[in-house]
């Protein structure tokens, strides 16, 4: 059989609702004690009926400081719960018992607040706890009438409600009996099966509201990724029909940049005496090999073809990389800090393409840090994804928001002697590769790009 089975925080909040209630409830049984006794004067026996009123009182407020203090400052186990649970039906079974004794017995129609009393309870309690509080209430009730009608016990009469007769009838006990056994369990089974359905449908709701969640987190991933695809699409045809009209530009002028920069020097070594003539050539020939360049880039640009992939280790590549810069100049104020596990699988790749790359983010860190700074080069490989992911973090200036979305335009730079091309390039070599090309940064907070590479 199926039990609903509340939460530890719903079935402590519950508990402390239900000590709410016991407040309204002693209010309403002084309030109809007085008007019975007013209205239509019934007489019961007050002592007996204030004893207990005072004794519900004391653990109620002992139930109240339960929640109030010790359940404010440890958290309450399932256990602990449930004991407390079957506490307070337990206590409130005595307590009707009790006091419908004192009030007439079972001629008093009060004894059919049990049943109230068992909704209650269904509420609180789970599985066969509520059975055996239905059950024990009822033989309560039973002991109650055997030796109140054997004489064991006094029985006390509300003198005005009911005729004296009805107490010796034996018909009227045992109807009473069966139909207070019959309704008990009834009402127990049917608060079940209502909380059984709740829970169920709650579950469903519940089971529901987290597939569309996760739905709509798989559509807006798609949506990004149909986004990214839309934007790379955009950028392999920019980059394509900027490759043709490159290739034919720079084709167009390095012929007589060339011729410029031979005439440049034929003057300057004609005129060495002459040192105005001298610094105006220097400049010439300095910015006439600026473009040539400005024009190398373009060609490199254009020629980028299909990688010629072999099976290699990336590490060593990457390492290769690093020994030709390490020493240089440049990296003299530069920490340069490589993490790379003790396993990484071989995969494809074009050696000198990626090799590149690599020499493009390692310079591009390098120029973000004129003043000295750290680069951390760190390789991991997923598994799960089957991805490899070479990871250059620096902590230089950073790339401001709006920039980010133009670092991979080629021509577009933000150095006064770059070409924006070498962004570019990467991007192509690493797409070229079936991998990506991350970047992530912000304004003076240095930067992190993320080469990813599939395994095959």
């Keep these: 059989m199926f039990f609903y089975k509340p939460s530890e925080g719903e079935l402590q909040a519950r508990l402390g609702w239900f000590v709410q209630l016991r407040w309204v409830f002693l209010l309403v049984l002084t309030l109809l004690i007085f008007f019975a006794m007013k209205a239509f004067h019934i007489k019961v026996p007050l002592i007996p009926i204030i004893v207990?009123?005072?004794?519900?009182?004391?653990?109620?407020?002992?139930?109240?400081?339960?929640?109030?203090?010790?359940?404010?400052?440890?958290?309450?186990?399932?256990?602990?719960?449930?004991?407390?649970?079957n506490l307070q039906i337990g206590f409130d079974l005595l307590a009707l018992v009790f006091l419908v004794y004192f009030s007439g017995g079972i001629e008093n129609p009060f004894i059919y607040f049990a049943v109230f009393h068992m909704i209650m309870g269904s509420i609180l309690l789970t599985g066969l706890d509520i059975w055996y509080q239905a059950i024990v209430s009822i033989l309560l009730v039973c002991i109650l009438i055997v030796l109140s009608w054997s004489g064991i016990i006094s029985h006390y009469r509300m003198e005005g409600f009911a005729p004296?007769?009805?107490?010796?009838?034996?018909?009227?006990?045992?109807?009473?009996?069966?139909?207070?056994?019959?309704?008990?369990?009834?009402?127990?089974?049917?608060?079940?099966?209502?909380?059984?359905?709740?829970?169920?449908?709650?579950?469903?709701?519940?089971?529901?509201?987290?597939?569309?969640?996760?739905?709509?987190?798989?559509?807006?991933?798609?949506?990004?990724?149909?986004?990214?695809?839309?934007?790379?699409?955009?950028?392999?045809?920019?980059?394509?029909?900027?490759?043709?009209?490159?290739?034919?530009?720079?084709?167009?002028?390095?012929?007589?940049?060339?011729?410029?920069?031979?005439?440049?020097?034929?003057?300057?070594?004609?005129?060495?005496?002459?040192?105005?003539?001298?610094?105006?050539?220097?400049?010439?020939?300095?910015?006439?090999?600026?473009?040539?360049?400005?024009?190398?880039?373009?060609?490199?640009?254009?020629?980028?073809?299909?990688?010629?992939?072999?099976?290699?280790?990336i590490t060593s590549v990457l390492n290769k990389t690093v020994n030709l810069v390490v020493h240089h100049k440049d990296f003299r104020n530069i920490e340069l800090i490589k993490h790379a596990p003790g396993y990484l699988p071989k995969i494809l790749f074009d050696a000198d393409q990626i090799q590149q790359v690599f020499m493009n983010l390692i310079v591009n860190a390098q120029q973000a840090m004129p003043d000295g700074g750290r680069l951390e080069i760190s390789t991991t490989y997923h598994e799960e994804k089957r991805v490899l992911d070479i990871v250059f973090e620096d902590t230089g200036c950073g790339i401001g928001e709006g920039e980010l979305q133009k670092i991979f335009d080629p021509f577009y730079t933000t150095k006064d002697m770059g070409t924006g091309l070498g962004l570019s390039i990467s991007l192509g070599i690493i797409e070229n590769h079936g991998g990506k090309l991350i970047v992530q940064s912000r304004k003076d907070a240095g930067a992190v790009f993320v080469v990813r590479l599939p395994v095959q």
């Design 52 to 85: 207990i009123a005072v004794v519900v009182l004391l653990y109620n407020c002992g139930f109240y400081l339960l929640h109030r203090v010790f359940f404010s400052q440890h958290t309450p186990t399932p256990q602990e719960l449930r004991i407390e649970a």
């Design 164 to 313: 004296r007769e009805l107490w010796q009838s034996m018909p009227f006990l045992v109807a009473v009996i069966t139909s207070f056994a019959a309704t008990m369990l009834i009402t127990v089974y049917m608060t079940n099966s209502i909380s059984r359905s709740l829970h169920r449908r709650g579950k469903d709701l519940f089971d529901l509201t987290l597939q569309l969640e996760k739905k709509s987190i798989q559509l807006e991933e798609a949506n990004q990724e149909l986004i990214r695809q839309q934007n790379l699409l955009i950028q392999s045809e920019k980059l394509a029909s900027l490759g043709n009209l490159s290739a034919g530009i720079a084709h167009e002028l390095n012929s007589p940049l060339t011729g410029i920069l031979n005439f440049a020097h034929f003057i300057k070594e004609g005129c060495p005496d002459q040192e105005q003539v001298q610094n105006d050539i220097d400049i010439v020939i300095r910015e006439t090999e600026r473009c040539k360049k400005i024009i190398k880039g373009l060609l490199d640009f254009a020629r980028q073809s299909q990688p010629e992939k072999k099976c290699d280790d």
